[in-house]
């Protein structure tokens, strides 16, 4: 199977036509290789349950991960097929939502799946994860990666959302204000 194909037609077609990576990477990852066979076999409100799971996964809830696994365990799901299914689909969701959005259209997200031999009965569920619809809300939202160094050299990275960044943001102006009038003051001034 080739990696790389061009805009919209198959590699060949059109002398000259650009060609481009699949927003998964140059060569199809393994686990997308794997769970590409395995999709085959699964039920479609499971998978549809295991998209749920992967972008609550995603947005930091890792508790989504072992509720789906109880789930399609019960309806006759090997555990390493839905590990590898839940992999696979964690890898094609996070390496779309990490490009531009004017990056990567929906047809080519479309088509770029089908080059990686994804089933033509679960796309939407992905499509619907990334580019959102009425199935399942995008609900993606970005985070910020917070480095803060410490007086005595210690390194602290945190991960955070932007909204608990601006809520932090408040916090540490309002705290900056109130030093600043408490040394305003007169009452607490050492005089000389």
Same mark, same amino acid.
């Given at each position: 199977?080739? @990696?790389?194909?061009?805009? *919209?037609?198959?590699? #060949?077609?059109? %002398?000259?036509?650009? /060609?481009?990576?699949?927003?998964? *990477?140059?060569?199809?990852?393994?686990?997308? !290789?794997?769970?590409?066979?395995?999709?085959?076999?699964?039920?479609?409100? @499971?998978?549809?349950?295991?998209?749920?799971?992967?972008?609550?996964?995603?947005? #930091?809830?890792?508790?989504?991960?072992?509720?789906?696994?109880? /789930?399609?365990?019960?309806?006759?799901? %090997?555990?390493?097929?839905?590990?590898?299914?839940?992999? #696979?689909?964690?890898?094609?969701?996070? !390496?779309?939502?990490?490009? %531009?959005?004017? @990056?990567?259209? !929906?047809?080519?997200? /479309?088509?770029?799946?089908?080059?990686?031999?994804?089933?033509?009965?679960?796309? %939407?569920?992905?499509?619907?994860?990334v580019y959102g619809s009425s199935t399942i809300s995008r609900s993606l939202v970005p985070n910020l990666l917070l480095e803060l160094?410490?007086?005595? *050299?210690? $390194?602290?990275?945190?991960?955070? @959302?932007?909204?608990?960044?601006?809520?932090?943001?408040?916090?540490?102006?309002?705290?900056?204000?109130?030093?600043? !009038?408490? /040394?305003?003051?007169?009452?607490?001034? $050492?005089?000389?």
């Open positions: 199977m080739a @990696s790389k194909v061009s805009h *919209g037609t198959k590699p #060949g077609n059109r %002398p000259g036509a650009i /060609e481009r990576t699949l927003f998964a *990477g140059y060569k199809v990852p393994d686990e997308v !290789s794997k769970m590409s066979k395995l999709l085959k076999k699964i039920d479609h409100s @499971s998978y549809r349950k295991i998209v749920v799971a992967v972008v609550k996964d995603i947005e #930091g809830d890792t508790s989504s991960y072992h509720r789906v696994l109880k /789930e399609v365990k019960s309806e006759e799901l %090997p555990i390493d097929n839905f590990n590898i299914i839940f992999a #696979g689909t964690k890898l094609l969701i996070a !390496s779309s939502i990490r490009l %531009p959005d004017a @990056s990567l259209k !929906s047809e080519v997200f /479309e088509t770029d799946l089908q080059q990686m031999r994804i089933p033509d009965e679960v796309i %939407p569920y992905l499509r619907d994860a160094t410490l007086s005595n *050299g210690k $390194i602290f990275t945190f991960e955070v @959302s932007v909204a608990k960044f601006h809520e932090l943001r408040y916090n540490i102006a309002k705290v900056l204000k109130e030093m600043n !009038s408490v /040394e305003n003051k007169n009452i607490l001034k $050492i005089q000389d």
